[in-house]
């Protein structure tokens, strides 16, 4: 968790601050400082977090508090789902259960100081960022792939006809989300089957060499899906391949076979010529 504590001057009372995070920075950027009356947070957790909760992340002020008797508050969804609560008195902001990124990347949390007497906001609310930082908790998955299909045994040498898809729920375009689609066993082993990258998460099937029905009717393979995140988390899927026969051989007459077929023609012939 890393924690950097921003000192906020307001100038324009009727700034609004936006619900998504993204909005909620630009408009801190733009604040021109004159006197301080925040002191908030921009606070990094890092998911599911395996710590003692309540688990101290912040801690808020107020400079108009001085000689009132006041409460602070703060609310939004990650109040209101139960991952925030803030000690009303000395301002103290917890974490209350880990936090899933892939669910919750952001929390925009309002922070406001009222008076007790008299429940009324002592000052103008404003609001802090809760960035959700992302482990390598989910594996890369295959979510598109035939379990089963059927090859020609006269199929040409290239692709097979066959479509994998998967996809990795981490953050995008880090190493937690990126992978790598690989062949890791065949049976039997020959023709080659090989994964050829088409996009970041698909790859279609390619084999060298060639499929012979009379020797091998049906082929297992294994393909596993691998991330490049510490420690690498990796799925696997397996895929059906029979092989159809076709007409790739001419028929041929066994040595007793042809024998037989011999006499059998020579003895009709003859009978055909007695008869005439």
């Known amino acids: 968790m890393r924690t950097v504590f921003l000192f906020l001057l307001v100038a324009f009372q009727a700034l609004a601050f936006g619900s998504a995070c993204e909005e909620g920075r630009q408009k801190r950027d733009l604040l021109v400082r004159t006197k301080r009356r925040w ?30 008797d006041f409460r602070f508050e703060i609310t ?29 990347p952001c ?11 008299t429940n009324q906001k002592i000052d103008k609310e404003l609001a802090f960022d809760v960035d959700v930082k992302d482990i390598n908790d989910n594996p890369p998955r295959f979510i598109d792939f035939p379990q089963t299909f059927t090859v020609s045994e006269s199929q040409a040498e290239g692709f097979l006809g066959v479509q994998v898809v998967a996809q990795d729920i981490d953050e995008k375009n880090t190493k937690n989300s990126t992978f790598n689609i690989t062949v890791i066993k065949q049976t039997p082993p020959e023709p080659k089957i090989q994964a050829k990258w088409i996009d970041e998460r698909t790859v279609h099937l390619n084999f060298t060499g060639c499929f012979d ?16 995140g ?40 003859v009978k055909f010529l007695r008869c005439h």
């Open 39 to 68: 002191v908030l947070s921009t606070i990094e957790l890092e998911e599911e977090m395996i710590v003692k909760y309540p688990y101290f992340i912040s801690k808020m002020y107020n400079d108009k508090i001085q000689g009132k």
């Open 76 to 104: 939004g969804v990650a109040v209101t789902k139960g991952y925030l609560t803030i000690n009303e008195t000395s301002g103290e902001v917890f974490a209350l259960k880990p936090i899933d990124r892939e669910k919750y």
């Open 107 to 117: 929390f925009h949390v309002i922070f406001d100081v009222y008076d007790t007497d």
């Open 213 to 228: 029905y009379e020797k091998v009717k049906d082929y297992k393979i294994t393909l596993e899906a691998k991330d490049h």
């Open 230 to 269: 510490t420690p690498p988390l990796s799925s696997t899927a397996v895929i059906s391949l029979n092989v159809r026969d076709t007409n790739t051989h001419m028929p041929e007459f066994k040595e007793k076979e042809v024998s037989f077929a011999f006499i059998y023609i020579f003895v009709g012939f």
